[in-house]
């Protein structure tokens, strides 16, 4: 190995930075990344929500919904896609609540997020694609800071690397790999997965400014740009995991999920820009529930209506104002008299 790339490479933290205590409580560094990975979501959200011009109540509505109900899917997920731990011969069913330990599987929480996020919506009459589009920047982003949890926790890194940026992990952690040599480095698959979310952060608030992809669109660019990242990097992983068997081919459960959700996006993606071209993306507001057009320009019909009636009226006004400069020019002129002979 490489002393120098020892010497650049990255520290993980004391294992007493994991946790701390406050009196009788214990605050948890995983936790507290996934705490402000929300907050940070919800502000992002929140300012793109009041854009939209969309009920500014409605949006924290939604999210009371949205969010234990993705804390929860993305535990389970994870119980299912690393079963071991819990089922095993070794396994302790105690551990299935401890969130704070780490191990949320983003698919379940997106999945189950939905239906918590479905549910809100219909409350409060907005469209589930619409609130999916809006947040879509604000849970990568809240993905890319929850991402650091990982990294007080020691785990989930990838393979042996001599690279200058490899993880260091102590070798008396219970994540350390049976058979590596103190002091061996690993890929900080933690640091590439948040560093590739804030890039799929800047690229969506980027292609929603340009092309204001509605109706869905922008959600599955995110999860298909999410998907391609998450493919190379766990193939990068070397913790224990669910291994599946298609088509003669054995790898993680989350390889094949992420390769079928990339298909999937795609597809939708697809679809829906065809479906928006024949006029079909509609209105951002659910059925009958619409806000009136006295209370103020209706964000169903949002950006490309209020410029369409934008230009109606002042291509309207042109002709009025040329017909008012015209009268204009034609008072200014000296008054000719109708008698244009010799006075008395």
């Known amino acids: 190995m490489n002393p120098m790339s ?30 402000a990975g929300i907050l940070l979501a919800l502000w992002m959200t929140s300012v793109r929500w009041k854009r939209r011009g969309l009920p500014e109540d409605a949006v924290w ?41 780490g191990g949320l599987g983003i698919w379940g929480a997106v999945a189950l997020g939905a239906v918590g996020a479905w549910i809100g919506c219909r409350r409060a009459g907005i469209k589930l694609s619409t609130f999916a589009d809006v947040g879509a ?17 020691q785990e989930l890194f990838g393979s042996e690397t001599d690279a200058p940026w490899g993880l260091e992990i ?21 640091l ?9 952060v800047a690229l969506l608030l980027l292609l929603d400014r340009r092309f204001r992809l509605r109706g869905g669109r922008l959600f599955w660019i995110y999860a298909a740009f ?13 913790d224990d995991a669910e291994m599946v068997t ?22 939708m993606f697809i679809y829906l820009t065809f479906k928006a071209r024949k006029g079909g993306e509609g209105s951002l507001y659910l ?25 109606e009226s002042a291509s309207a006004e042109r002709p009025v104002r040329a017909n008012l400069a015209e009268t204009k020019t034609e008072e200014s002129l000296p008054h000719r008299s109708k008698d244009n002979g010799p006075s008395a």
Request: hydrophobic share 45%.
């Open 192 to 200: 590439y997965e948040s560093l590739w979310n804030l890039a799929g």
């Open 226 to 238: 999410y998907t391609a990242g998450r493919l190379w990097i766990e193939l990068l992983r070397i």
């Open 61 to 101: 509505d939604i999210s009371i919904w949205a969010i234990p109900f993705g804390i929860i899917g993305g535990r389970l997920y994870h119980v299912v896609s690393s079963p071991d731990a819990y089922f095993g011969p070794d396994g302790d069913l105690s551990l299935i609540p401890q969130i704070w330990l």
């Open 246 to 267: 298609l088509l003669g081919v054995t790898q993680r459960l989350n390889v094949w999920t992420s390769l079928l959700i990339l298909v999937a996006s795609i597809a």
């Open 287 to 311: 059925p009958g529930h619409e806000p009136a057009p006295q209370g103020g320009i209706p964000a169903a019909d949002n950006e490309k209506e209020t410029e369409a009636r934008n230009a």
């Open 6 to 35: 020892v010497y650049a490479s990255i520290p993980s933290p004391p294992a007493d930075f994991s946790s701390f205590s406050l009196g009788p409580l214990t605050i948890h560094a995983y936790a507290l990344c996934i705490l």
């Open 137 to 153: 920047p604000g849970l990568l982003l809240a993905q890319a800071v929850g991402r650091w949890g990982n990294w007080f926790n």
């Open 170 to 190: 102590d070798a008396d952690n219970a994540n350390f790999p049976d058979g590596a040599a103190p002091g061996t480095t690993f890929h900080p698959t933690f």
